[in-house]
């Protein structure tokens, strides 16, 4: 079993920043690919960046390309996420989700959020303008 703990929301004004980590146990090494995710609520679930863990390839939504950093930082063990996220807007504010899959290959992941195996109970930023 793989478990995610993120960390780092908060409350910031707008044109800040913040960085979220999440934190995966890994011991068998099973995670591939980690996402970022985040939700509104009333409104659906949308993908912000991803990153495949052995390639380091990595894959951002259009409103987060230009502000966002997705990043990661892994040993045998343990692999933890990171998302710089700069020049935030009040549009940003959401509970941001953190996910993880075996998978190492598979088109458009930041659309197919469902279909990742393990999740996060996510952090929250909000943005204030």
């Known amino acids: 079993q793989v478990e995610l703990v993120e960390s780092g929301g908060g409350s910031v004004q707008a044109g800040g920043s913040l960085r979220l980590s999440c934190a995966a146990s890994d011991s068998t090494n099973r995670v591939n690919s980690m996402a970022w995710f985040r939700q509104v609520p009333g409104k659906e679930r949308e993908g912000v960046a991803h990153i495949y863990t052995e390639t380091l390839s990595t894959d951002l939504a259009y409103f987060a390309t230009g502000r966002f950093t997705i990043t990661i930082s892994q040993d045998k063990a343990k692999k933890t996420m990171y998302l710089q996220m700069d020049n935030l807007k009040p549009e940003d504010t959401a509970m941001y989700y953190c996910?993880?899959?075996?998978?190492?290959?598979?088109?458009?992941?930041?659309?197919?959020?469902?279909?990742?195996?393990?999740w996060g109970q996510g952090t929250q930023v909000t943005v204030s303008s």
């Open positions: 996910a993880a899959d075996p998978r190492n290959s598979w088109g458009s992941p930041l659309s197919r959020g469902a279909e990742f195996r393990y």
